[in-house]
């Protein structure tokens, strides 16, 4: 038996959104640019997936820029911003995705734009008062975090933080790619001005993201060579990828409250299991239900002279799971977000991360397997 609980990396396409990117690979071949019937057809295959994914953010179409996912788009973002809208100062935090923190580290380091960390607690909350008082500082600033943390799960206030935003004049991107899909998003309530989305977060497929660019902010492409996307990004559109987004954004919120309902169950089973089967166990981020991602446990084991090997024990005895972030797998040193909330070294972090084909099967075997493997 093999158990995948790594979906916070990514998650197994889903059957229905396989159905639709094969229809279009198999009949929808026409590059949206082309002005002949083939390529008008393929045009609107496209405009009706921006409909569908504006509709589902409350957006306006035109507000909707597809990418090759959050990486890229958290780039696009930051660097037109520093380019194009005059910013001067990003305030982030040391718990961001490196798109964004090596992003602004690159800005700061060249001196374009100067780089603000706002201080966060041992669970990864961020200070919202430090948070005010950089704003008050630095008026006119980009503000750069997270809805929700990728390793450790915990949920920012984002309605919260964009009133602040307001106050002092400052713009707000939110990386959002652990949420969308799973969470309702409303763009106009929330009051966001630049928001990033991954499809192969939530069944859709890799490769195929978008980019939320409030109206009235005028961006410049940083790929350029074509005038595709409004001409904010050449090249020819991921057809099929971009229809696979909007299929598997579609089928996630017809399903969102059951699918939170299961999962969050899941975590609870899954945590309380370990607490009962693991003595010295504790958990990293927030825990209550409402400030934490239900798709996300972050598990701190007590030292273990195997604790290095740990996941590879794990991956032996049929467990898939993550130390940290995914997107860092196979660098030397170790997370920078259970660094940054003081995490203690000889302490082992694990995170499962759970979809909607997760199964209480699954978090049973997964629960036993790591208590032999942290046991033996």
């Known amino acids: 038996m ?50 569908k994914i504006a509709e589902l953010i409350n957006a306006k179409p035109s507000e909707i820029l597809f990418t090759s996912g959050g990486t890229e788009a958290d780039n696009i973002v930051i660097r037109s911003a520093v380019n194009d809208l005059g910013i001067k100062h990003i305030i982030t935090s040391p718990i961001e995705h490196h798109a964004v923190l090596s992003t602004v580290e690159e800005m700061h380091h060249k001196g374009v734009a100067e780089m603000h960390l706002v201080s966060i607690n041992d669970k990864g909350e961020i200070d919202l008062a430090h948070l005010e008082q950089l704003t008050s500082q630095y008026p006119g600033s980009l503000i750069s975090l997270m809805h929700a943390n990728n390793e450790i799960g915990t949920l920012l206030d984002l309605k919260k ?36 989305c991954s499809a192969h977060k939530f069944n859709g497929p890799k490769g195929s993201g978008f980019l939320f660019v409030k109206n009235t902010h005028k961006l410049r492409p940083i790929i350029t060579g074509g005038g595709q996307e409004k001409n904010m990004r050449a090249g020819t559109e991921n057809l099929h990828g971009i229809v696979g987004l909007a299929k598997a954004l579609e089928i996630s919120h017809s399903i969102m409250p059951e699918k939170q309902q299961k999962l969050q169950a899941l975590k609870s089973l899954m945590r309380t299991l370990i607490a009962a089967e693991i003595p010295g166990v504790g958990f990293n981020g927030v825990q209550e239900d409402d400030k934490s991602l239900y798709t996300v446990l972050n598990v701190s084991l007590p030292p273990n002279p195997a604790g290095d090997m740990l996941l590879f024990k794990l991956d032996i005895e049929g467990v898939c799971a993550s130390g940290g972030s995914a997107c860092s797998s196979g660098a030397s040193k170790g997370s920078h977000v259970l660094a940054a909330i003081h995490h203690p070294d000889e302490r082992t972090g694990v995170r499962f991360s ?15 397997k790591l208590r032999k493997v942290v046991t033996e």
């Open 2 to 51: 093999r158990v995948y609980l790594d979906n916070a990396a990514t998650t197994p396409l889903d059957p229905e959104v396989v159905s639709a990117m094969t229809d279009v690979l198999s009949n929808c071949f026409g590059n949206p640019s082309a002005q002949h019937a083939i390529g008008r057809n393929a045009k609107g295959v496209m405009e009706m997936a921006r409909r």
């Open 354 to 368: 759970f979809g909607k084909f997760t199964t209480e099967e699954d978090i049973r075997f997964a629960v036993e």
């Open 161 to 196: 933080v964009s009133a602040i935003a307001k106050k002092y004049n400052c713009l707000f991107h939110s990386d959002t790619v652990q949420t969308i899909g799973h969470y309702k998003i409303d763009v106009e309530e929330l009051g966001l001005d630049f928001l990033v």
